[in-house]
């Protein structure tokens, strides 16, 4: 291993550490509330990834995932199955649901994938709206204390991340970033397009429902069909896209800048929250496609070179290598 991969391994320690630490000096619940709804994004951002970055696929249903995975869990915990247990049936549920669709899905590209996934979320929204109309609600909380819940997210968030992680720099990563590339040009090279997206697809719900089930363990009472609104698709999409989309930090970053910018517009101006986000969203696509982590590569690189131009002396040299202009002959 070599000295940045080091470095940057203890900085992912520390900052863990530093958030495991939190809610020993912070006594506010608003606060600890804040950083939960970060980390949950967190986590459901980079399990979209999973499939949208690595693997090309723009799945608009996450929500149906997120969902199945909370209402799981949901009910098996009020009724009397340890919260563990529900919390693991929540992921493993989504990760069959998604594998049952899988194959049918697949079948479709492009913008007619991402609009049968959508149409997936949208039929379970209205099923368990008919289904489940009542508002859940557990009389077991009655205790309810918020640190369990703000650990049970950071370490869902770390086991997310740390996944993810490992598969992109495995050969079954390499799988999925090739099929993004050109399926007909990985299944030239005998890499199996289905098989790979299918396994995008199961980690991906997998790690959604998990956070769905932390969801629900995080609610005292809530609407069963609340899970599968299409916010818990667009949402981690968004962040995805802003931060970098196809990386491990891109989620992270986006998740982190996404809410605390969403919180601070919402307490200056309210309901135009969502035309800033709207525009803010449609900038990056146009000029950062590959999102913040784009923007501050090429703010690097700009450095990098100026850095470079001045050190050859010579106000021409230094100009000339920016704008090609040719230099003038020794003699």
Excluded at 134 to 143: I, K, R, T, V
Excluded at 166 to 181: H, K, P, Q
Aim: with cysteine; net charge positive; aromatic share 12%.
């Amino acid at each position: 291993m070599d000295k940045k991969k080091i470095i940057l391994l203890a900085l992912l320690v520390l900052c863990v550490a530093a958030l495991a630490m939190l809610p020993l000096v912070i006594e506010k619940d608003s606060t600890l509330n804040l950083i939960i709804l970060v980390l949950l994004y967190m986590t459901l951002a980079s399990s979209w990834n999973i499939l949208g970055g690595y693997t090309g696929q723009t799945n608009l249903g996450h929500a149906a995932f997120f969902g199945i995975g909370s209402l799981t869990a949901r009910l098996l915990w009020i009724n009397g199955m340890p919260f563990f247990l529900s919390f693991l049936a929540g992921g493993l549920v989504a990760a069959l649901l998604a594998l049952l669709i899988g194959t049918p899905a697949f079948k479709l590209r492009g913008v007619y994938f991402a609009i049968g996934t959508l149409a997936l979320a949208q039929i379970l929204n209205l099923t368990v709206s008919n289904l489940f109309p009542e508002m859940s609600y557990n009389p077991a909380l009655a205790d309810y204390e918020l640190v369990p819940r703000y650990y049970l997210f950071l370490g869902l968030a770390v086991l997310t991340i740390g996944c993810a992680s490992l598969l992109v720099n495995s050969r079954w990563g390499l799988g999925m970033m090739a099929v993004r590339e050109g399926e007909d040009a990985a299944e030239s090279l005998g890499i199996s397009a289905l098989r790979h997206k299918l396994l995008a697809l199961g980690i991906s719900a997998f790690f959604a429902g998990l956070v769905g089930g932390a969801f629900a363990y995080y609610h005292v009472s809530y609407y069963l069909n609340m899970p599968f609104s299409p916010e818990w698709t667009f949402d981690p999409m968004m962040m995805a896209y802003i931060g970098g989309q196809g990386t491990i930090v891109g989620p992270v970053i986006g998740s982190v800048f996404f809410v605390l910018l969403k919180q601070l517009l919402v307490w200056n101006v309210g309901e135009y929250h969502l035309i800033i986000f709207g525009t803010l969203f449609i900038l990056i696509v146009l000029f950062l496609p590959g999102g913040l982590i784009e923007g501050w590569k090429k703010i690097q690189n700009l450095v990098h070179h100026r850095k470079t131009s001045s050190g050859t002396g010579g106000f021409s040299k230094k100009f000339g290598s920016w704008l090609h202009w040719p230099q003038p002959k020794k003699g």
